[in-house]
Each structure stands twice: as C-alpha cells, then as structure tokens.
C-alpha cells in the first residue's frame, strides 16, 4: 500500500534524526512545499565548532537542555529562502520548542507535522490559529 504524504515526509524527518550530533535527543525536520522538500536540518553545533558527542565534550546543560546544540526546525529554516517558507508545512520529529515555535509562526509555515509530544512550559501555537499543527500516528511503524 502506498504511503500519504504525512508519513513519507515524516520518514524523511527521521532519516534526517540520524545526523543529529546530541546524544540527548535527535530531531529532524523537512520543510515541504507543493509536495517538494525545500530543506532539512537536524540538531547539532554551530558550523565549525564541537558537537556534544565529540570526544570529550558532552552536553552543555542549562535549564535541563543542552544548549550547545542548533535546533533541527532553526537549523531547516536556515537552508530555505523566505518564498519557500510562506506556506509551507514543517515536519518534525519532535514538537517544537516556544523559541521554535515563535521562528516557524515569524517564517509564514502554515502547518506543522510532528510525531512525538514535547510539553514546553508555553505552547505559541495556540495563539495563532491559522497554523495548523498535526500530531501525526506513528504508533503501526
């Protein structure tokens, strides 16, 4: 049976979970418009800089969260041109974060795709209703 486009994307976003460089958590993201992907992005550091699962690095913890890291949604709309993201859907392993949350709302994505919960102490997504956002099943997999 042939996949939707939900679950292929959101396979897409687990793939891409795999270059994730924080033993914490890996997350991914896949940024889709018209049915294309238009960029991708996984957590980990700063280009140029130790990633936490460097040899001797680790974590930089604050808070309960490694700060070290780039978010996998930041890191995704940073590969994509501004036209790209206007309507768009975002699919991301992970719920976002508030500071996520508020980028994807600034960048014009008008929905968001995730497959595990996250429970952020703020959830901006319910001040702008014109995002839809889907906790996709993937419990069959």
Same mark, same amino acid.
């Given at each position: 049976?042939?996949?939707?486009? &939900?679950?292929?994307?959101? &396979?897409?976003?687990?793939?891409?979970?795999?270059?994730?460089?924080?033993?914490?958590?890996?997350? =991914?993201?896949?940024?889709?418009?018209?049915?294309?992907?238009?960029?991708?992005?996984?957590? =980990?550091?700063?280009?140029?800089?130790?990633?936490?699962?460097? @040899? =001797?690095?680790?974590?930089?913890?604050? &808070?309960?969260?490694?700060?070290? +890291?780039?978010?996998?949604?930041?890191?995704?709309?940073? @590969?994509?041109?501004?036209?790209?993201?206007?309507?768009?859907?975002?699919?991301? +392993?992970?719920?976002?974060?508030?500071?996520?949350?508020?980028?994807?709302?600034?960048? =014009?994505? @008008?929905?968001?795709?995730?497959?595990?919960?996250?429970?952020?102490?703020?959830?901006?997504?319910?001040?702008?209703?014109?995002?839809?956002?889907?906790?996709? &099943?993937?419990?069959?997999?």
């Amino acid at each position: 049976m042939r996949k939707d486009w &939900d679950n292929y994307f959101m &396979d897409i976003a687990f793939q891409v979970c795999e270059r994730s460089t924080c033993p914490r958590l890996h997350v =991914g993201a896949v940024l889709v418009k018209d049915k294309r992907i238009k960029g991708t992005g996984y957590n =980990g550091s700063p280009t140029s800089l130790p990633h936490c699962d460097d @040899e =001797g690095i680790g974590c930089f913890m604050r &808070d309960n969260h490694c700060v070290r +890291t780039i978010h996998a949604e930041v890191n995704c709309l940073l @590969e994509v041109a501004p036209d790209d993201r206007k309507k768009a859907t975002l699919y991301v +392993t992970h719920f976002p974060c508030p500071e996520c949350q508020k980028l994807i709302i600034t960048t =014009g994505i @008008e929905r968001v795709v995730y497959a595990h919960d996250y429970s952020p102490e703020c959830n901006w997504f319910k001040l702008a209703p014109w995002i839809e956002v889907v906790k996709l &099943d993937t419990t069959s997999k």
